[in-house]
């Protein structure tokens, strides 16, 4: 497990540290924030796309042999990045590129972990995974923030490159996993496999486009956000990200304090109106002190929810319907993504971020009352499984 722990380390250090600089490549464009959401709905396409290859390649092929593929294809693609830095459009192409990749290694790293760690141990196994993506986008952005500051953008996307080709030497010493065998959901038509999904999953995969409602949103606005309505320079935005750790030790803390596998439904539902609400709060402050608070609460609950939703798809799903259903939540997040993505940076040009912000917690509002209603009314109520 410490060879799982230090890949990604390495694999998301490297990507934190171009984030900033896919944010900075539209900077001296007219339509900044518009360009801006190009990019990352062009990454989230393709991850999508990866979706409707990497369960039927996890389950030809090992996850390794995944897991090395997705590093290859997105780092080669990150480093062609530097070579087209003033044509938007093959950039695009190239975060496409990325993006199907990403999805590709992410599919086998779920797959992978889901049966070769103990069941009593995945949830923590997961929120640990969690604690080390926020981690490293503190280190990330640091980095980022000051390569693009002193040195500009083509180190810091050569550095995430380069991280991406490591990672894929690292799978080499993975653990193999072996290919799938037998029956298995992907031979199945999507419409008749996606009608047989349980309803406790069908809700799970609801709550999925509540969070990438908010995250999708926050993608877009985080580094506009720290740059124009608090002031900071590159530089100082991975140090100020760095009050994150506090709502991921108060996360960590109420995780080892209560048995959260079991964690009924609607409190799990309300972990996602908590990070939500803080998401709104962020709207209304301008405050360096407000701000922190709120963006340590929305980090903190937003790590819990991701992983107590991951460890419910690993336990509620059969072996065999588990990459295709891991694979789905990906791209399902991935779609909706896409089009706030879009949707944000256009009126985010036209009208403000903290107006696309508000709006978008509206929308989460009413999507998760839809849920809660279908979830705990009427004679079809859900049963979470044992």
């Known amino acids: 497990m410490t060879v799982w722990y230090f890949y990604l380390l390495i694999n998301l250090i490297g990507t934190y540290t171009s984030y900033l600089a896919v944010v900075a490549v539209p900077g001296q464009t007219k339509h900044f924030l518009f360009n801006l959401g190009v990019f990352f709905a062009a990454r989230n396409l393709g991850s999508t796309l990866a979706y409707f290859a990497a369960s039927r390649l996890i389950n030809r092929f090992s996850e390794r042999r995944c897991l090395?593929?997705?590093?290859?294809?997105?780092?080669?693609?990150?480093?062609?990045?530097?070579?087209?830095?003033?044509?938007?459009?093959l950039v695009a192409l190239l975060m496409l590129c990325v993006g199907f990749g990403d999805n590709l290694l992410?599919?086998?790293?779920?797959?992978?972990?889901?049966k070769s760690i103990p069941r009593e141990k995945l949830l923590h196994f997961n929120h640990n995974l969690q604690i080390i993506t926020y981690l490293t986008m503190i280190i990330g952005a640091t980095i980022g923030g000051s390569i693009i500051q002193y040195n500009g953008l083509k180190p810091a996307l050569f550095f995430d490159g380069a991280t991406y080709l490591v990672c894929a030497g690292i799978a080499v010493f993975l653990g193999s996993g072996a290919a799938s065998s037998g029956d298995s959901p992907a031979g199945k038509s999507f419409s008749l496999w996606a009608a047989d999904?349980?309803?406790?999953?069908?809700?799970?995969?609801?709550?999925?486009?509540?969070?990438?409602?908010?995250?999708?949103?926050?993608?877009?606005?985080?580094?506009?956000?720290?740059?124009?309505?608090?002031?900071?320079?590159?530089?100082?935005?991975?140090?100020?990200?760095?009050?994150?750790?506090?709502?991921?030790?108060?996360?960590?803390?109420?995780?080892?304090?209560?048995?959260?596998?079991?964690?009924k439904l609607r409190r799990f539902m309300l972990v996602h109106l908590v990070y939500a609400a803080a998401f709104l709060g962020l709207s209304f402050s301008s405050s360096l002190v407000v701000s922190g608070l709120m963006l340590a609460?929305?980090?903190?609950?937003?790590?819990?929810?991701?992983?107590?939703?991951?460890?419910?798809?690993?336990?509620?799903?059969?072996?065999?319907?588990?990459?295709?259903?891991?694979?789905?939540?990906v791209s399902l997040n991935k779609s909706v993504v896409i089009l706030i993505t879009i949707l944000s940076g256009y009126f985010s040009d036209r009208y403000d971020?903290?107006?696309?912000?508000?709006?978008?917690?509206?929308?989460?509002?009413?999507?998760?009352?839809g849920i809660f209603y279908r979830t705990f009314s009427g004679e079809e109520a859900y049963e979470q499984p044992a």
Not at 68 to 89: D, R, T
Not at 106 to 114: G, I, Q, R, V
Not at 297 to 325: D, H, K, M, N
Not at 353 to 369: D, H, Q, S
């Open 353 to 369: 971020i903290l107006t696309v912000m508000r709006v978008a917690f509206i929308g989460f509002v009413l999507i998760m009352a």
């Open 297 to 329: 609460v929305f980090i903190g609950t937003l790590s819990l929810s991701s992983s107590i939703s991951t460890y419910f798809f690993q336990t509620w799903s059969t072996q065999a319907e588990r990459p295709r259903l891991l694979s789905m939540k």
């Open 106 to 114: 992410s599919a086998a790293l779920n797959s992978h972990t889901s």
């Open 197 to 263: 999904l349980r309803p406790q999953i069908r809700m799970l995969l609801g709550l999925e486009v509540c969070c990438a409602l908010i995250v999708g949103t926050f993608n877009l606005v985080e580094i506009p956000y720290y740059l124009h309505n608090l002031g900071l320079k590159y530089s100082q935005i991975g140090l100020y990200f760095s009050v994150t750790i506090f709502g991921l030790l108060a996360a960590k803390l109420l995780s080892a304090k209560h048995k959260l596998e079991n964690i």
């Open 68 to 89: 090395i593929s997705g590093n290859v294809v997105s780092g080669l693609a990150m480093l062609s990045v530097m070579l087209v830095l003033h044509n938007i459009a």
